[in-house]
């Protein structure tokens, strides 16, 4: 959420901003969720929730979705833009 509300630091208690952003990750999970879903099913395999948000694969994925890159220097970048 904070990657898509970094140009607005300083409105961070905009409700409505949050709520964009809120939505906005909760869009990215809900279709990597169901491309998972499609996969496990194709291979006839059980999906579990908990087994795939503990795996790395998860943030990778959001972070694909996204287009997003992290760094090291992440949060100095977005103090710099407050």
Known sequence: ???HVEEHL???NDLAILEEA???ALNIVDTI???Q???Y???EKIFSYSGYFRKAK???DYN???NISETDSIIKSLLLKI
């Open 41 to 43: 099913e194709q291979q």
């Open 33 to 35: 969720v169901s491309r």
């Open 22 to 24: 809120f939505q906005y």
């Open 1 to 3: 959420m904070y990657r």
């Open 37 to 39: 879903l499609g996969l």
């Open 64 to 66: 694909q979705e996204a």
């Open 10 to 12: 300083s409105q961070i």
């Open 58 to 60: 998860c943030r990778f």
